[in-house]
């Protein structure tokens, strides 16, 4: 299949040096980042590649969204990474590292959104989550009569006896992937407020009870998801966390679950009616356009209609389209050189 020989040729993982001085002497594009973000733009390195033949295809490495911004801030140079993959915004905390390693144009480009799905084996029971359910089941502590006690369950059901009477086990991505931060943020602490904390708590232990999961059921994912759907495919009992856009490229084995509802889908993202979404981003170094060869020409290509559009090359490989006023405001503020 042609989207499958896309995504391997690029995709290697990249050890990069500390913050040099332009030598000049490197004439590839090079990506980092989110897992997410990861085969897309795999996919859009083979064909500007193909498209460009003054250009070489651009390497794409993965690492997760934080582990592509800290190569991103190391720093200005051709031993620095050009553009950093991202399922979340960049942090504050990370503009004031880029800020000190003299890295000062950093230009922001969304280009479509993913959902954030629970999957598990497609022979298993179905599947109709909420947040507080999530959170119930994650947290290492979890309120019963107004304490926080060490969580009691051991099967769903325990939860929730709509819940299936299978053993509790999840697979979550670590702490180095975006996605963590958005289900973190728009699954476990929006369970936790409506499971309703104690009154009284500190605020490091709010934090704690948001934040500590339970070892005995969870496991913590660092590399990409190829990781987690071995886990799955290990242990039938675990559900799964990962990008929608992974999931439908293994479906004949996996089946996904609804939360509060909804059934995840290109179509609920797009609507805003799923719950667990989010932007995708690739963030652009600046001061690297017309050093090494290329870059404004990528991300041209990237934001192309036949590439990033309805009916392009992306949509066939799992990206949620975005509005193209939304493209073409993006493309407008890169070109004009407007930093983030």
Known sequence: ????????????????????????????????????????????????????????????????????????????????????????????????????????????????????????????????????QVYKAIAAQVPVDGKLVANPYTKWSEIDPALPDQTIAL?????????????????VAAGAEEAGLPEGLSDEEKAAALTTYRQDVVTEISGDYTETLARLKSDPNTVGVFGLSFYDQNKDTLKVATVDGVVPSNESVAAGEYPVSRPLFFYVKGQHLGVIPGIEEYVQFFLSDAISGAGGTLEAAGLIVQPTDTTAAALSAFEAGAAQ
């Open 1 to 132: 299949m042609k989207i499958a020989l896309f995504a391997s040729a690029a995709v290697i993982t990249l050890a990069m040096g500390s913050t040099g001085a332009f030598a000049q002497s490197r004439d590839t594009i090079q990506v980092a980042g989110s897992s997410t973000v990861l085969p897309f733009a795999s996919i859009v390195a083979e064909e500007f590649g193909a498209a460009f033949p003054e250009f070489k295809t651009p390497v794409v490495g993965s690492g997760g969204t934080g582990g592509g911004f800290k190569q991103f801030c190391e720093g200005v140079g051709d031993n620095t990474i050009d553009i950093a993959n991202a399922s979340r915004p960049i942090k504050d905390s990370e503009r004031e590292v880029c800020t000190t390693n003299g890295v000062t144009d950093i230009r922001e480009v969304q280009f479509g959104f993913d959902g954030i799905v629970f999957a598990s084996a497609a022979a298993g029971p179905d599947f109709a989550l909420t947040p507080v």
């Open 171 to 187: 697979a979550v991505p670590g702490a180095n992937h975006g996605t963590r931060e958005v289900f973190q943020e728009k699954v």
